[in-house]
């Protein structure tokens, strides 16, 4: 939980009394590796900063699964979406790897909203956080050819990437794992 106060007061400034209010409704969870944490068609009920673990967002495309974003240890996570709507996911939220969660609910978040001098900021923060993220992948996929968003991938995460299956990374890409391995072998 001190992982999270430290993401926090790189923004911002803490009092020990809004850190009380916030942490008193945090909820730590975890989960084995490729156990799904929100199913398609279920509501996220959470706002989760990732302690440790690895997680993929997917969607069932016909007999495939198209693996769409990565989130990674000291991030927040969500299917901010559906978060934020309280509509039903259209994708999947999974563990990659053993995954350890703290989290909490849209109620206590609007309730650390209220009762904090710090929440609100804290909110804006974290949800401006998910849509640059977003943005950028957009972007990306959009202007950038499939090998620099490999190397970008690679060059922002080396540590982790390795730990990702080949067939999770070529689908974020957007090509088969057969051309990911041609570019790997490529750049190597």
Do not use: C
């Amino acid at each position: 939980m001190e992982r999270i106060r430290q993401y926090f007061e790189k923004m911002v400034s803490l009092t020990d009394s809004d850190w009380k209010v916030f942490t008193s409704r945090l909820v730590r969870q975890d989960f084995p590796k490729k156990q799904l944490i929100l199913k398609a068609g279920q509501t996220e009920k959470y706002l989760s900063f990732i302690e440790k673990g690895m997680i993929r967002f997917y969607m069932d495309r016909d007999e495939n699964e198209l693996s769409f974003a990565f989130a990674f240890e000291e991030e927040f996570v969500s299917a901010y979406d559906s978060f934020l709507t309280g509509t039903p996911s259209i994708y999947h939220v999974q563990a990659i790897t053993p995954l350890t969660l703290w989290r909490i609910s849209y109620d206590d978040l609007q309730s650390v909203y209220r009762e904090t001098t710090i929440g609100e900021r804290i909110g804006r923060k974290a949800s401006e956080y998910l849509f640059l993220k977003k943005s950028r992948r957009e972007l990306s996929l959009l202007s950038e050819p499939a090998e620099d968003r490999y190397l970008k991938l690679l060059t922002e995460r080396p540590d982790l990437i390795q730990k990702i299956p080949l067939k999770y990374l070529a689908s974020y890409i957007g090509i088969t794992p057969q051309a990911l391995s041609r570019i790997r072998k490529r750049i190597s």
